[in-house]
């Protein structure tokens, strides 16, 4: 494992958790209508805009967002195993979910929302109680005007490739109204 590459992102994490300025929630329907997709993800690493509560559930946040790409990380822990003892793949699948759908949010212009249509998930390597993070990083393959595709990697600072996904969705603008309420 590499310690240097833990320490930093021990360190990212830790400076984006003292920047929350918002409890975990969900984001106001004028900023998730009116602004562009990177821009709101931004602001969430930024702690301006509230994370999602599930994410907190799951001990994972947002730590980067590009154009195209969006970058998830995760604590695995003993609450996420399975009656087995090893980690639930639903929890995998959720990191990947996010970073590969959050990839596809950060090409959406203001008005513009998507939803996952399928999604494909692979797992390579099971996580161990040695492995204290892992970073589910997501970038878009082809965005067009109705469908957008996606694919991401679950990897340790280790260096290992612990699962794989793909995804395609579906964008479309959102309702008129909806862009014009206020929270």
């Known amino acids: 494992m590499s310690a240097d590459l833990l320490a930093q992102w021990q360190a990212e994490e830790a400076a984006i958790r003292?920047?929350?300025?918002?409890?975990?929630?969900?984001?106001?329907?004028?900023?998730?209508?009116?602004?562009?997709?990177?821009?709101?993800?931004?602001?969430?690493?930024?702690g301006m805009l509230p994370g999602a509560r599930f994410a907190e559930t799951l001990d994972f946040l947002l730590v980067h967002a590009a154009q195209g790409e969006a970058v998830f990380q995760g604590r695995p822990g003993p609450r996420f195993l399975n009656p087995l003892g090893s980690l639930h793949g639903g929890w995998y699948a959720t990191l990947l979910d996010s970073a590969i759908g959050c990839a596809v949010h950060t090409t959406l212009q203001p008005g513009r929302a998507y939803t996952t249509l399928e999604f494909k998930l692979n797992l390579v390597r099971a996580i161990g109680p040695e492995v204290p993070l892992v970073r589910a990083e997501g970038r878009t393959i082809h965005v067009g005007?109705?469908?957008?595709?996606?694919?991401?990697?679950?990897?340790?600072?280790?260096?290992?490739?612990?699962?794989?996904?793909?995804?395609?969705?579906?964008?479309?603008?959102l309702p008129a109204a909806a862009a014009q309420s206020t929270p």
Do not use: N, W
């Open 18 to 46: 003292a920047r929350q300025a918002h409890p975990a929630g969900t984001i106001p329907a004028l900023d998730a209508s009116t602004r562009p997709g990177l821009e709101v993800l931004q602001d969430m690493i930024a």
């Open 145 to 173: 005007r109705q469908i957008a595709t996606a694919g991401g990697q679950l990897v340790g600072p280790d260096g290992k490739l612990y699962a794989h996904a793909s995804t395609t969705c579906l964008c479309f603008d």
